[in-house]
């Protein structure tokens, strides 16, 4: 009985050894694939992916499906189906926390099977609501589906938690479903700039928003033709439509800036620097180009310390012909 006992113990002993080293080596060949997951890259050849270990263990050290992982590099090759196919696998190695449906959803959006999509996403939603990859692909299977009262829902729901690809899904799906509830999605792409300055496709669909965008495509239309008007030297001309553009959407800081410029080549220089001065005082969009135009306007003035001043503002917002016109007309003057 004894001996018995120790041959099952060494037997068990050395199953949990083999056990030990078969997971050992499966989380070491784990770490690259961990590690681009984790910065959002997929260099990794494919040939090392398909001889991952995935059947055991079959799930990563944060419990997402190795067969998961699989799926997302072809998903990242665009092999749709087959991303498909071994994202299954992984809903059956965990299918509580969405991320194997999350890659349905995206595969078979691509493939432009919507139904099959949102069925998938919604799934993906629903096991974790809170996270931002599920909030995403469920609200852009809903805007194929022209679904804007649930994406409001979910975007009301979580937008507290501040998260940038919600905010920007969210208006960029009532500007293409060209459904715009003016008053609140006013208010949401101005908390948008505000919380997320640096990108700079918020302020373009605030203008989207504010104006219309009926009435961007019309502005674009009479800008076109102002431009056409300005290279062929009829800057009055040019002044006319740069003004329907401008009256169309009221807060694009070029058109006012082309007027400015216009009148500028008509030596009509206090008309000019009065639609800078719009620009910069009230518009304000810190990109350094109404400054560097006052400053050219100074110079056709000769009033170099007003024109290098302006260069200087302008060159601040590192606006690089500001930059250049600072260096070519200020090098000598101290600021």
Same mark, same amino acid.
Request: glycine share 2%.
């Given at each position: 009985?004894?001996?018995?006992?120790?041959? #099952?113990?060494?037997?068990?002993?050395?199953?949990?050894?083999?056990?030990?080293?078969?997971?050992?080596?499966?989380?070491?060949?784990?770490?690259?694939?961990?590690?681009?997951?984790?910065?959002?890259?997929?260099?990794?050849?494919?040939?090392?992916?398909?001889?991952?270990?995935? #059947?055991? !263990?079959?799930?990563?050290?944060?419990?997402? &499906?190795?067969?998961?992982?699989?799926?997302?590099?072809?998903?990242?090759?665009?092999?749709?189906?087959?991303?498909?196919?071994?994202?299954?696998? @992984?809903?059956?190695?965990?299918?509580?926390?969405?991320?194997?449906?999350?890659?349905?959803?995206?595969?078979? $959006?691509?493939?432009?099977?919507?139904?099959?999509?949102?069925?998938?996403?919604?799934?993906?939603?629903?096991?974790? !609501?809170?996270?931002?990859?599920?909030?995403?692909?469920?609200?852009?299977?809903?805007?194929?589906?022209?679904?804007?009262?649930?994406?409001?829902?979910?975007?009301?729901?979580?937008? @507290?938690?501040?998260?940038?690809? $919600?905010?920007?899904?969210?208006?960029?799906?009532?500007?293409?479903?060209?459904?715009?509830?003016?008053?609140?999605?006013?208010?949401?792409?101005?908390? =948008?700039?505000?919380?997320? !300055?640096?990108?700079?496709?918020?302020?373009?669909?605030?203008?989207?928003?504010?104006?219309?965008?009926?009435?961007?495509?019309?502005?674009?239309?009479? #800008?076109?033709?102002?431009?056409?008007?300005?290279?062929? @030297?009829?800057?009055?001309?040019?002044?006319?439509?740069?003004?329907?553009?401008?009256?169309?959407? !009221? #807060?694009? &800081?070029?058109?006012?800036?082309?007027?400015?410029?216009?009148?500028?080549?008509?030596?009509?220089?206090?008309?000019?620097?009065?639609?800078?001065?719009?620009?910069?005082?009230?518009?304000? &969009?810190?990109?350094?180009? =109404?400054?560097?135009?006052?400053?050219?306007?100074?110079?056709?003035?000769?009033?170099?310390?007003? =024109?290098?001043?302006?260069?200087?503002?302008?060159?601040?917002?590192?606006?690089?012909? @500001?930059?250049?016109?600072?260096?070519?007309?200020?090098?000598?003057?101290?600021?």
């Amino acid at each position: 009985m004894i001996k018995y006992l120790t041959v #099952s113990f060494y037997l068990l002993l050395g199953i949990c050894v083999l056990s030990s080293f078969v997971v050992f080596l499966s989380y070491r060949s784990q770490t690259p694939v961990i590690k681009e997951y984790n910065s959002d890259t997929s260099d990794l050849p494919i040939e090392f992916i398909d001889n991952l270990n995935t #059947s055991y !263990p079959n799930i990563t050290v944060t419990s997402i &499906p190795l067969e998961s992982i699989k799926a997302m590099y072809y998903f990242k090759l665009s092999k749709f189906d087959t991303a498909i196919h071994i994202a299954k696998n @992984g809903v059956k190695a965990n299918p509580f926390i969405g991320f194997s449906d999350a890659i349905i959803a995206d595969s078979f $959006l691509s493939l432009k099977q919507i139904d099959s999509s949102i069925y998938y996403a919604k799934r993906a939603y629903n096991h974790l !609501p809170n996270n931002i990859v599920h909030q995403d692909i469920y609200m852009r299977t809903l805007i194929q589906n022209k679904d804007l009262d649930r994406i409001r829902e979910i975007f009301l729901k979580h937008k @507290g938690s501040n998260h940038e690809v $919600l905010y920007y899904r969210y208006l960029t799906s009532i500007v293409e479903l060209n459904e715009i509830d003016q008053d609140n999605d006013l208010m949401y792409v101005k908390e =948008a700039i505000s919380l997320f !300055p640096k990108n700079d496709r918020f302020p373009v669909l605030l203008a989207l928003i504010e104006n219309g965008i009926d009435n961007i495509f019309k502005a674009n239309e009479f #800008s076109k033709q102002a431009l056409e008007f300005y290279e062929n @030297g009829n800057f009055i001309k040019s002044i006319e439509f740069f003004k329907k553009a401008e009256s169309l959407v !009221p #807060s694009e &800081p070029a058109y006012k800036e082309n007027i400015g410029t216009s009148y500028l080549r008509l030596k009509n220089y206090d008309t000019a620097l009065k639609f800078y001065n719009i620009v910069i005082d009230s518009l304000n &969009p810190r990109n350094g180009r =109404a400054e560097y135009l006052k400053g050219y306007l100074y110079v056709e003035l000769k009033k170099r310390i007003l =024109a290098c001043e302006s260069f200087k503002a302008s060159a601040s917002f590192n606006n690089n012909t @500001g930059r250049q016109l600072l260096s070519k007309y200020c090098n000598e003057w101290i600021l």
